[in-house]
Structures are given as structure tokens and as C-alpha cells.
């Protein structure tokens, strides 16, 4: 995603921005006694209004040309639509190894195989997009998160929990002090014999550590996606459960934050404008507070403290999780409880079956366009109800014919290979 954002995915980022259409033999796989598709479309709704809000960060004002009720829309939109892209990324491939319980044997290996070519896509489509449009591509990314999931896929909830716990506790600190150590000299030493970055400036280094969406602290979001992903969210006592666990992990990140850190603690990316306005992407090396955002080895200790969107902090990444959390859970409840509602917003859901296409496709109608949003001089939120409105328009119409979205069925098709792995 770019972003920001950056997707997958789900299913694009499904896949990002990734995961496969709820209709999809890979999404329908065996779950626990009655779970109602109502929770597969509140997944897909969660995922169209991570869509939306790439939308709002890549192609809307920046929050600096914003007030009021805009001004917070921009700001909650800023790095938490990529990190629900992520969460839901990791939930997407919860549908591909095995909801509540794990795919084992044959059926096991087959799912890994098309996690796997899923991954080496993503990456291959994330690097010429980059090639294409430059900036930051979130693809690329979720391609090495599904490969360094791959060990992953078969533990429980709780074992995953306590992983992602982990890994947002001890990453970011362990970001930083990379970070430290990478003088300018080493990353082009290292950056000269990647293959990957010569193409796209967007190389291993960069994907795993010092890149925009790092695997290395991004992970903490995939695994805390593949947790929810072994849950039975169709249960009501699981779902207020998680409503109290993304509410508590909000609220005590970002009060610890605002505690420690004063002031400046939520300060967001976006107020310094610097979104790229032709590829709707957040370049590296802005300048801006951020640990997990190219190599700042300058940066004070006490910037471990904050967390503002893409900070990279360890309470940056647990108020994203709350967020997320609390976001799914939501949208699960509505579709669950309220059919009618269900039934009003099924272009909306469509979206969320073809995030993928909705991801890259905007890139495309941007190209074609010849927009430059997301610049100071923009104030106009014309062109993101714009493609808010295509994208549900082009999504409503798709999802009547076809059961995938267009990339979706060839991200499908690239993995039917999988099935011949015993």
C-alpha cells in the first residue's frame, strides 16, 4: 500500500491485500460447528474500509489543508488503513490454511504451496508497480509477510496472540538499534548485490527493515490477523471479548504514549504533507518521525515513545492492533445483526472481495488521470468521492457476473499448481 497504504491485502491484500473472495473455494473452507457467513462479510466489509481509507490518504487532502470532522477522518485514515490491511491479511490466510482448525497432510502442503505463490506474485507485481509508479508499494511487502508466515500457519490463537504480543514488544526496539547501525555505506554495500533494488530502489533491505511497511515490525499485524483468524467471530461472547481487548489496547497505547511522551506523542505523518502525490505513497526518507520508515540512525531514543501512524513504536503498533481489532469486530457484528444493513451495503462489500484490483486499480485510473493528490495545494475531496464511488460502482457491477475480482481470479489462477503437491 503505499500509503501509505500499502495494502493486502486481503485479498489483495487479501492476498493484501490479500485474501480470497469469500465466495472462493479457499475462503469457504471447513469451519467450526455453524459459523454464519454473516462473519465472512463483515471481514469483507472491514476490508473495503481499509480501501477507503488508503483512498482518503493516498488521493484526499493532506491533514495539514484539513479541519474539523475532515481533519480527524484524515488523521484516523493516516497509517490505520494499512495496518487493517495487514491484520486482515494475516485473517485472509487463516482461510487459506485452515479456519479454526489447520490444514494438515496433503491438504496442509497444498495450502502452504499457494500461500507461498501468492507471495512470490505479490512481490513480482509490488516491484514492477514500483518500477512503473516509484514511492512505497505495499505489495511487495505482503509478499515477504506470507512467506515469513508460512511457519505460522498452523498454530493456535492463543500460541499466535502470544507471539504477535512479542514481536510488538521487542521488534520496534530491535528496529531501532538496526537502524543505528546502518550507516549510509553499509545499506549501499548491501543494496548494490540485491537484485531487487536495482530495479526498484525498493530492495531486501528495505522490505525486511528499513523500508516503509518493514516485515520486521509488520509482522506484529499479520500474527495478531491469523489469531482473529482461528476464532469463531460468529460467537457473541468471542466478539465482546475482542471488543473489550481492542478498546483496552487502544486506550492504555495511546494514553501510555501521551503520558510518556507529551504532546507530540499522536503526531501524524501527515501533517507534514508528505504523501507522494503522483503514486499516492509515502516515500521512505521524508524526514518524518518514524522508526520503520528508511534508515534514521539521528533519531533520539525517546522518539521509541511516541505513537503517531507509521511510528513504528511498540505503542504505535498495539493502538493499531486495538484499532483493528475493534474495526472487524465491528463491522462482524453490523453484517451479523442487522441483515438489512447487510443487504444496503453489499456494493460496499464488494469492494472488500476485490481489494486487490481496487488497490492496483487505482494506481492505474490515477496514471490515466494525470491526478496529483494529496499535495498541499489540494483541498478538493472531489476526486476521493470519486473513486470511492467507481470502486463501488465497478465492484457492484463485477460481483454480479464474476465470483472474483479481476485480479483476483488471476492471482487464483496462478496458484491451481498448488493442487498437484502431495
Known sequence: MTQTQPPQATQAPQENSPSP?????????????GPSMGRLVGVDLARALAVFGMYVVHIGPPLSATTGVASWIRYVADGHSSVLFATLAGFSLMLLAGRREPKTGVAGRQAKARIAIRAVVLLA?????????????????????????????????RTLAIIAAALALVTPQ?????????????????????????????????????GFYPALT???????????GRLDLSSGTVRRRLAALGASLTVAAYGMSLLLAGKGALRSMAEDGSSSA?????????GSVSLDGGSFPDLP?????????????TFDIIGSVGVAILVIVGATALMDRLPRLRRLAKPVIAV????????????LAQSALSLSAGTDTQRSWGPLLMFVLGAT?????????????PLEYLLNTATRPAKHIR
Open 21 to 33: 473472495p469469500r465466495t472462493s473455494p479457499e475462503s469457504a473452507v471447513p469451519d467450526s460447528p
Open 218 to 228: 509488520w509482522m506484529s499485524f499479520v500474527t495478531a490477523g491469523m489469531a482473529l
Open 174 to 210: 530491535l528496529a531501532f538499534a538496526l537502524n543505528a547501525l546502518l550507516t549510509p555505506s553499509v545499506q549501499q554495500s548491501i543494496n548494490a548485490y540485491d537484485p531487487l533494488h536495482r530495479l526498484s530502489d525498493v530492495g531486501l533491505l528495505d522490505l525486511l527493515l528499513t
Open 393 to 405: 460502482l465497478f465492484a457492484a457491477i463485477w460481483s454480479r457476473f464474476f465470483r472474483r475480482g
Open 301 to 313: 531514543a525517546s522518539s521509541l515513545l511516541t505513537a503517531g501512524p507509521h511510528s513504528g513504536t
Open 352 to 363: 472488500g472481495t476485490m481489494s486487490l484490483t481496487a488497490y492496483v486499480g487505482h494506481f
Open 125 to 157: 507485481l509490488g516491484t514492477v508497480m514500483a518500477m512503473e509508479y516509484g514511492g512505497v508499494i505495499i505489495l511487495g511487502f505482503y509478499g515477504v509477510y506470507f512467506l515469513l508466515a508460512l511457519p505460522l500457519v498452523r498454530l493456535r490463537a
Open 278 to 286: 503522483s503514486s499516492g505513497s509515502m516515500p521512505p526518507d521524508s
